[in-house]
């Protein structure tokens, strides 16, 4: 009987490893897929160094990735946009822009810095930088035990991101932590904007380098996922002076 018994016990023991594995699996796999929507939308308020902007997001998966800046709702004054081989930032206050390469930006290779990543991000996904697809990324990816909060920790091991989950289905943060740097992100108040898909209406980043500590808190408003005609990449004034990336950071004095 106690042999028995202890079988029971070992087969009980082995089945609970094994749901939890395969419960890993569910989750890294659940916030590694693609979003189930092309485009995105949205307008956000921010506060950047005391002086309050508001603009739009948009989204156009495995294409671009634009936000604008607007002072006091009337003026453009900013836009970076994100595309799957350059980065381009437009600073209409001096009429200058800077269109460069991932590599070109300062920490570039301790981040693992390219379009997939900043996509990611954005969409509420985990990534692991340079992956180049699911399957690979998926083996970078390695589910902890749950907090006192119920929530699951997700380590990336190849660049050290270290993200946090609600165990299901939603990124509630994405974090790298550098000798002199720290690249963070939160995410909150999620409302569900297409059936089964849950959204973040709220991103808290915080991005500190040695010469930049820039905290923003973005509360997002009137997400649409509908289908819109927007190019991915703005027509550039040929009135507009090209500067490195540089000095067009330093420019906007951050």
């Known amino acids: 009987m106690l042999f028995l018994s202890g079988c029971g016990s070992m087969s009980s023991l082995k089945k609970k490893k094994g749901e939890s594995a395969t419960d890993g699996a569910n989750l890294v796999s659940n916030l590694l897929a693609a979003p189930p929507v092309t485009e995105l939308t949205a307008s956000y308020s921010s506060n950047v160094n005391g002086t309050r902007i508001s603009g739009q997001i948009r989204m156009r998966r495995d294409h671009s990735v634009q936000i ?28 200058v822009y800077s269109a460069c390469y991932y590599s070109d930006i300062p920490y570039r290779n301790e981040i693992g810095l390219d379009f997939y990543m900043v996509q990611a991000l954005f969409w509420n996904r985990m990534f692991s930088p340079g992956s180049g697809d699911a399957v690979r990324a998926s083996s970078r990816l390695v589910k902890g035990s749950p907090n006192a909060d119920g929530n699951v920790p997700v380590r990336e091991t190849e660049y050290g991101y270290q993200f946090m989950t609600n165990g299901v289905n939603r990124l509630l943060s994405s974090v790298k932590s550098g000798k002199s740097y720290k690249v963070g992100i939160d995410y909150s108040d999620f409302s569900e904007i297409k059936a089964g898909f849950e959204f973040p209406n709220t991103l808290g980043v915080n991005l500190t380098f040695p010469d930049i ?34 000095e067009l950071i330093d420019g906007l004095g951050l």
Do not use: Y
């Not at 946009?81 to 209409?92: A, N, W």
């Open 68 to 95: 604008n800046a607007n002072v006091l709702g009337l003026m453009e004054v900013g836009r970076i946009e994100f595309l799957p081989d350059r980065v381009i930032l437009i600073d209409r206050v001096h009429n």
């Open 213 to 246: 500590t820039l905290p923003l808190n973005i509360r997002m408003s009137q997400i649409s996922v509908e289908k819109k005609s927007w190019p991915d990449m703005t027509q550039i004034s040929s009135r507009m002076k090209k500067v490195s990336f540089d």
